[in-house]
């Protein structure tokens, strides 16, 4: 294994936290993947990895290391497809929430692969908020604010939000006119706990130029999107989520829209990826089009 290719692995390494997954990761057996970090210790005469029975991190010297080889793999990677005029080609792994993935993602990535046919998306979803880094993932697609400044952001668009409840809720509660009026006549909310703050998040209206946040009493909690509105379909009380996810359900009646006057502040979209790890040619790629794409829709 030439020192290039052990550079790579080392930074897999690194960002994986492990040998085994690094080595699934670059389809490589896992006794190489060994044998090349010793033969690079051994090159470089010093401990690059520190290993414990539950995971492998970096010494002072590999964290050293580590930066340098991502400029010098980056580069690599640039030179090469500068004189081989080539496409980006490769895996390239995105964490996305599954409603957005299968109702904005999902209908216009048939135009990102068409345009580069090298390129294999493996596309995660889920509510939680996951570790870009640990977790082999090169970049995220989120929605609403960004906690974590350690990622780089590049803002996607802006969705519209909208306020909820069912006709059943709707019969047993009345239907709310001003934002005063539900903490005076006994409503209740859907309890929508956030994993990125590990809160409940209150109802959020705009009204005379500022916003306003309310939190009403709960009887039903959950952590998921789908349960969420599953929760507002049964009646459980008033919620708050993007209009393309509700629109279909106020078209059918299955749920009533509440104080329109009033909507919540739209929520941002942002494509985040980690700073410590330089773009690859697929990454940089994506995160255009996906860019351009969104920009475009929204003029």
Known sequence: MDRF????????????RSFT???????LPRATVTDAIKALESRLGVRLLQRTTREVTP?????????RCLRLIADMEDAEGAFRN???RGPLRIEVHGTLARLLLFPRLPAFLDAYPDIELD??????????VREGVDCAVRVGKLRDSDLIARRLTLLAEATAASPDYCKRHGTPTDIDALQGDGHVMVGFKSTAIGALLPLE???EGR?????LPTRVRVSGADSYVGA?????GIIQAPRYRLDDYFATGKLIPLLELFPPLPSPVNIVYTRTRLPSPRLRAFIEWASNTFAAEDN
């Open 21 to 27: 997954r690094a080595a699934d990761d670059l389809a």
């Open 86 to 88: 080539t496409r980006p």
């Open 205 to 207: 209206f705009q009204h």
């Open 123 to 132: 596309v995660s979803e889920g509510d939680r908020y996951v570790d870009l």
């Open 5 to 16: 290719d052990a550079m790579r692995v080392f930074a897999r390494i690194v960002e994986r």
């Open 232 to 236: 507002a379909f049964a009646g459980f």
């Open 59 to 67: 010494t002072l010297e590999g964290e050293v290391f580590y930066g």
């Open 211 to 215: 916003v306003r946040h309310v939190t």
